[in-house]
């Protein structure tokens, strides 16, 4: 392998360029002149090529020097950026996370939580991605990603989880339905015997925690009609198709005036669902995601959840 330049002899190069004067670049690089000159020299015979024209009165770049140069400032912006990540490493959250979201929480709980989190940990990098639980899970495990916020237990992976938060869940019909009544304020789950509940499609956990639901109320669920997001499930609902099951934060998004839809919470025990973090058992930067645990409970703690205002 031919002999490499070195990082001294680069940052001389790229100070001499700066400069365009030997003496003053010397002192830049707090150096003697005969010394940073020795070192250029070495490292234009080393690459064949002049870089810099000398005289007496001027110090100019050659065309292919201006190349050299160049590709100088690159590599050591690139050993700069080595250096930063390696601080960055020993900071608390720091630098970039890859964090694999579900698409029933990211458009909800997100929003509001994200620029507190960025408040807390300006030098975090959070590089989101957004999939159902079994293909954040697949990345998690061949390490693409480095933690998932999902709904909580995830069956059949053997991962650290953080419960962060339980959400409610409401029911959601066309306005008029009859369950959607002032009185009683609230309904048991067994109201929804009977009844047609639309839910999404399959691979979204979501379906399946609503199903329990329906399942233990004797609700009916239509196999053929399946949405694939909860805004195609709520424009089902707002069609006449039927009723469905919506989590408590995605209600100020998709349950708005003028839509002709209502919703109503149920009685206690209410149906919920598990919000947490999931990391693999024994991950490096597991202090990291703790920390990123109680930085978003901070922020759900500061982002009060609008509810509907009950009929009346």
């Known amino acids: 392998m031919p002999q490499r330049p070195s990082i001294r002899q680069l940052e001389y190069a790229v100070a001499v360029a700066e400069t365009l004067h030997f003496g003053r670049a010397a002192r830049q690089c707090a150096v003697t002149q005969p010394a940073l000159s020795a070192q250029i020299q070495q490292l234009e015979e080393l690459l064949g090529v002049q870089i810099f024209e000398r005289s007496r009165r001027r110090v100019l770049v050659t065309p292919e020097g201006a190349r050299i140069l160049e590709k100088a400032r690159e590599a050591l912006g690139t050993l700069d950026e080595l250096l930063s990540r390696a601080h960055d490493a020993g900071e608390p959250l720091a630098g970039p996370l890859r964090m694999g979201v579900i698409p029933t929480v990211a458009p909800y709980l997100l929003p509001p939580l994200l620029p507190l989190?960025?408040?807390?940990?300006?030098?975090?990098?959070?590089?989101?991605?957004?999939?159902?639980?079994?293909?954040?899970?697949?990345?998690?495990?061949?390490?693409?990603?480095?933690?998932?916020?999902?709904?909580?237990?995830?069956?059949?992976?053997?991962?650290?989880?953080?419960?962060?938060?339980?959400?409610?869940?409401?029911?959601?019909?066309?306005?008029?339905?009859?369950?959607?009544?002032?009185?009683?304020?609230?309904?048991?789950?067994?109201?929804?015997?009977?009844?047609?509940?639309?839910?999404?499609?399959?691979?979204?956990?979501?379906?399946?925690?609503?199903?329990?639901?329906?399942?233990?109320?004797?609700a009916r669920?239509?196999?053929?009609?399946?949405?694939?997001?909860?805004?195609?499930?709520?424009?089902?609902?707002?069609?006449?198709?039927?009723?469905?099951?919506?989590?408590?934060?995605?209600?100020?998004?998709?349950?708005?005036?003028?839509?002709?839809?209502?919703?109503?919470?149920?009685?206690?025990?209410?149906?919920?669902?598990?919000?947490?973090?999931?990391?693999?058992?024994?991950?490096?930067?597991?202090?990291?995601?703790?920390?990123?645990?109680?930085?978003?409970?901070?922020a759900l703690e500061r982002t009060p959840v609008k509810r509907p205002a009950p009929k009346r």
């Open 117 to 218: 989190v960025r408040k807390l940990h300006p030098a975090l990098e959070l590089i989101l991605r957004e999939e159902q639980t079994a293909r954040l899970v697949e990345h998690l495990e061949a390490g693409r990603l480095d933690l998932v916020f999902v709904a909580l237990p995830v069956d059949e992976a053997d991962l650290v989880e953080l419960p962060l938060l339980d959400e409610p869940f409401w029911f959601v019909a066309p306005q008029g339905h009859r369950l959607l009544a002032p009185k009683p304020a609230t309904l048991p789950e067994s109201a929804l015997l009977g009844e047609e509940v639309l839910l999404l499609e399959d691979g979204h956990c979501l379906r399946a925690q609503a199903l329990s639901v329906c399942q233990r109320a004797g």
């Open 221 to 298: 669920v239509p196999g053929r009609i399946q949405a694939t997001s909860l805004s195609t499930l709520v424009q089902m609902v707002a069609n006449g198709l039927g009723v469905t099951l919506l989590p408590e934060r995605s209600l100020q998004v998709e349950v708005r005036p003028g839509q002709g839809l209502g919703a109503k919470r149920f009685r206690s025990p209410v149906p919920q669902r598990t919000l947490g973090l999931a990391w693999r058992r024994g991950a490096a930067r597991e202090a990291d995601f703790r920390l990123l645990g109680e930085s978003l409970q901070r």
